[in-house]
């Protein structure tokens, strides 16, 4: 299909947007969090409501709930009707209500907001510039257990939202072959190994992690009655050398290898295949940037690249699944089966080549 030349009027309104976008998303998350946009739904049947109505009741000033509804409005999540009252937008709902969004708008704001800033400084020097809004620390991973709370919690939210849906597929694929020891690397807080456990009474699970996390995922399973079949070990895959034990029947990463430079994931695969035998099996779970049905969705992990350049890593991000493919083979494996899971994620079961 041949597409439209945009007009220059609807580029110039899309440029404006864009250069205003910080004072969109920080009007959203105030209407958010101040209650407003619940207010106004949830009054919805009234025919809108006034700004007066809407400060007396949420006990904030007209001036502060007009400047934020003025906005709202030119951004469209909020419209006025005839009477001057305000009625939600289906942009100013699904904002408000649906999950995803508000998984991404709270990673954005708490986690990521202060950092993006230095976005300029960390393309220029290959280290996570942004960092330091958030810790004194490397690599966001070194300081995850450290962060603010409410920091932490929107971290581990928008992690787990793109994780955990896949949970029950995924089992169904590596416990089919009945592994007896499993090792989970960049286990996190320990929920893929508990689940793991549940499914299968049978299997143990080592979390090969850095300290931090390794700490949390092990005081998670013992909270399950779990510690006498989940064990971990500490590993910094940025060492010049790291090594895991032999001996595991599976080796599971679940969007872990994203978090690495295409230096380092080869790194840390060859150090997989030097501890596999020819029945290991590897499992690489990813969400690829070329294997997007929808747009939004590769808006979304183009995003989240982003993120590991100004804040995680550095020389991270999002891969199209034709990189890591070359990777997997470079690193001395063989790619022998390639399978869709859900909606936007991707499996590589891997084996050591002959």
């Known amino acids: 299909m041949i597409k439209k030349p945009k007009r220059a009027i609807d580029a110039l309104q899309e440029a404006q947007t864009i250069a205003f976008a910080p004072f969109?998303?920080?009007?959203a998350v105030s209407l958010k969090r101040l209650g407003v946009f619940n207010y106004i739904f949830e009054n919805r049947e009234k025919g809108g409501v006034g700004i007066d109505e809407i400060a007396s009741q949420l006990s904030i000033s007209e001036y502060g709930i007009g400047v934020l509804l003025e906005m709202a409005e030119s951004s469209g999540l909020v419209t006025q009707n005839e009477a001057y009252k305000y009625e939600l937008t289906k942009t100013g709902y699904f904002l408000n209500y649906d999950k995803t969004v508000n998984v991404n708008l709270n990673f954005t704001h708490d986690v990521c907001y202060k950092g993006l800033f230095h976005l300029e400084d960390a393309i220029k020097t290959?280290?996570?510039?942004?960092?330091?809004?958030?810790?004194?620390?490397?690599?966001?991973?070194?300081g995850l257990s450290q962060l603010p709370e409410q920091v932490q919690r929107s971290w581990f939210d928008f992690d787990h939202h793109y994780s955990d849906d896949i949970f029950t597929e995924a089992l169904d694929k590596?416990?089919?072959?009945?592994?007896?020891?499993?090792?989970?690397?960049?286990?996190?807080?320990?929920?893929?190994?508990?689940?793991?456990?549940?499914?299968?009474?049978?299997?143990?699970?080592?979390?090969?992690?850095?300290?931090g996390q390794l700490n949390k995922a092990l005081q998670n399973a013992k909270k399950h009655g779990m510690e006498t079949r989940i064990s971990g070990q500490e590993i910094n895959w940025l060492?010049?050398?790291?090594?895991?034990?032999?001996?595991?029947?599976?080796?599971w990463m679940s969007q872990f290898l994203d978090c690495f430079s295409e230096e380092e994931i080869l790194k840390i695969l060859r150090s997989c295949v030097a501890s596999m035998d020819h029945n290991t099996e590897l499992y690489i779970t990813e969400t690829f940037t070329d294997r997007q049905k929808f747009d939004n969705a590769k808006f979304v992990l183009e995003a989240t690249s982003i993120y590991f350049t100004a804040l995680a890593n550095g020389n991270s991000k999002m891969y199209p699944s034709t990189v890591m493919i070359d990777l997997v083979e470079k690193a001395g494996l063989s790619l022998v089966e390639d399978v869709p899971l859900g909606e936007f994620h991707t499996i590589l079961v891997c084996k050591k080549k002959d």
């Open 24 to 27: 969109v998303f920080q009007t």
């Open 126 to 142: 290959g280290t996570p510039s942004g960092l330091k809004e958030l810790g004194d620390w490397k690599t966001i991973y070194d």
């Open 174 to 211: 590596v416990l089919a072959s009945k592994p007896k020891l499993l090792f989970d690397i960049g286990g996190n807080t320990g929920k893929f190994a508990i689940c793991c456990c549940k499914r299968d009474p049978d299997i143990h699970i080592k979390i090969i992690d850095l300290p």
């Open 239 to 251: 060492d010049s050398d790291p090594q895991i034990p032999a001996g595991a029947d599976t080796i």
